[in-house]
Structures are given as C-alpha cells and as structure tokens.
C-alpha cells in the first residue's frame, strides 16, 4: 500500500509538472503572437505614414517647378531635409536627393545598343579616382546591352556568368538597382561600398545636373578638366549656398574646347549636361514605438507633377 501511495504520489507530481510546463508554454505563445501582432500594426502604422511623407515629397517638387524654377540646385527648399516631426506614438522626418547629381549607369549603352563612349569614358575616371580597376566600365555595358557580343578588352557575356556558382546569365537590359553591380564575378561588397554612393540606376536616359553633382562627379566629367572638386569640396558646398554652381557655362570654361562640344552635344547631338532634373529619390524614416520603418522611393517629376516609379523597404534603391 505504501509503495503504491508513493507511485501515485510521483505520477501527480509528473502531472503537475507537464501541466506547469504546457501552461507556461501556451502563456509564451501567446505573449509573442501579442507582440507581433503589436509590430505588425505598428510597421503598417509606419507604412501609411511613409507614403505620407513621400506625398510630401512629390509636394515640396511641384511647388518648385510651379514658381518657375528652370534649375534645380542646392539652395532650393526640396534640399532642405525635413527634421523629425512628432507622430502618434513616435517620429517621422525625411530627405530628397537629386539622383541627376549621381552617375546614371543606366546611360552607359545607347538605345541602339552601342557603348555610350563619353558615359563609358566617364566611370572610367571615376573608377580610378576611387582606386578601383576601369575594367568594370566594360562589364556593366556588357551586363546592360541586350547582345552577346563581348565589349573588349575587359568585357563580358553569359560564357562568364554560367561559370559561376551557383550559374546565372546576363541580364542583358538595364540596371533596376544599383545593387546588380554585385552580379559582376568578383566585384564584391567592398567595391559597391565606395562606388554606390556616386551612381544610380535610373530608368531613362539621363543629364548630369552641374548644380546637383558630387565633387567627384563634376571632377571626372572630361580628361581635361581644371578643376578637382574633391581637392575642396566645402568651397564647393559654400558656392552652392547661393545658388547653381558650377552652370553649365562655368563647366565650359573647365574644360577643352573639345571636351565641351561632346559634353554639351555640339558634337554628338547629345546633352550630356544640364541645370534641372526630373529624378529624385525620397527617404522617409518613421519611429513608432520600437518599430522602426525606412521608405526609399525614386520619384519622377514630369513637368510639375511627379509620381513614384520605384519603392523599396529599408534597402537603398
């Protein structure tokens, strides 16, 4: 009888355990099927005010161009970053960047398919401003251009990328991201790291805006520029603050007479410079709780309206 007192005793003690621990484990499922669903609104809460913000956006560059802004610079209050603002439950602030101040990959290859010689020439110097090989030029023309036809000397076609592990193809059209240069065999992070913050992958054709660019951009945009921005860059940043520099008209006096008559189509029929843009990209960051929510949108202002063409969720387009 005492045997059998003491088995019961240490099955109800087992029972009592197994319901603690069954109990303990339906508390804990649902305190975390609570929390996520409390970020779960919140991020749909963040969302909404995102796509406020990029109304704003599309806002502040319809009041430009309707005051009659024929340029696009520095000075403008679209440059100007919205600070943070309070929200229910947390802040939103944001920014727009001109991407016709960054190097369009995109302008590399010709609607016809050829290389873009002065786009082509371009990177070229920019890449070895930053210390990197030219000879990714040629394989992002390859990468663009819809033919199989190896850009020499450093080119390459689909024989290069089905060598790879795991193999892909060519995208053989134009860049959607910037972030494809990683598609390049060996082109790497490090590499995308120090070029990503001078280019862009816009969806057309498009000039360099003089009033916009980086100094490494303005310094790279002939062999025979005088001027090396990048030497001093607040001079530049001081310049801006009263308005476009350089004008086109300035570039001209930076360069060879040659040059100039490429850069400004004389010569090829082709723009490649300008004072205004029809590409921005907004930034909205909003902070709701723990929650913490990045909208990156590429805006396209056509005349005084603009429209968002591209989005992405806390990854920089």
């Not at 649902?30 to 704003?56: K, T, Y």
Request: proline content about 6%; charged content about 20%; glycine content about 6%.
């Amino acid at each position: 009888m005492r045997r059998q007192r003491g088995i019961a005793l240490i099955l109800a003690l087992v029972v009592v355990a197994l319901a603690t621990m069954f109990a303990t484990r339906i508390g804990s499922q649902a305190a975390l099927e609570q929390r996520r669903a409390a970020n779960s609104f919140l991020q749909e809460q963040a969302f909404e005010i995102a796509l406020g913000a990029e109304v704003w956006a599309q806002e502040i560059l319809f009041e430009q161009k309707q005051n009659g802004g024929n340029r696009d610079s520095l000075d403008q209050i679209w440059a100007t970053p919205l600070p943070p603002l309070p929200v229910d439950g947390g802040t939103v602030q944001g920014s727009l960047e001109d991407m016709q101040g960054r190097f369009n990959l995109n302008n590399l290859v010709n609607a016809d398919d050829t290389p873009n010689e002065l786009a082509v020439a371009h990177l070229r110097r920019m890449l070895r401003a930053l210390e990197l090989e030219d000879k990714w030029a040629n394989l992002i023309v390859d990468w663009i251009d819809r033919n199989n036809n190896v850009t020499l000397p450093d080119g390459a076609e689909d024989n290069a990328y089905t060598s790879q592990s795991p193999p892909y193809l060519a995208a053989n059209q134009r860049l959607i991201t910037t972030s494809e240069l990683l598609s390049l065999p060996g082109f790497g992070p490090d590499r995308y790291a120090r070029l990503s913050p001078y280019v862009t992958a816009l969806p057309a054709p498009s000039t360099i805006n003089t009033c916009t660019a980086g100094p490494l951009v303005l310094s790279t945009l002939a062999e025979s520029m005088k001027t090396n921005f990048t030497q001093d860059p607040k001079s530049l940043a001081r310049n801006r603050q009263k308005g476009c520099f350089p004008l086109n008209d300035d570039v001209r006096t930076m360069v060879s007479p040659n040059d100039w008559n490429l850069l400004s189509g004389a010569k090829n029929g082709a723009k490649y410079l300008g004072e205004s843009s029809s590409w921005f990209k907004a930034t909205v960051v909003v902070s709701i709780g723990s929650a913490e929510f990045t909208l990156y949108t590429l805006l396209q202002r056509n005349g005084p309206a603009s429209r968002p063409v591209l989005r992405s969720f806390g990854s920089d387009l």
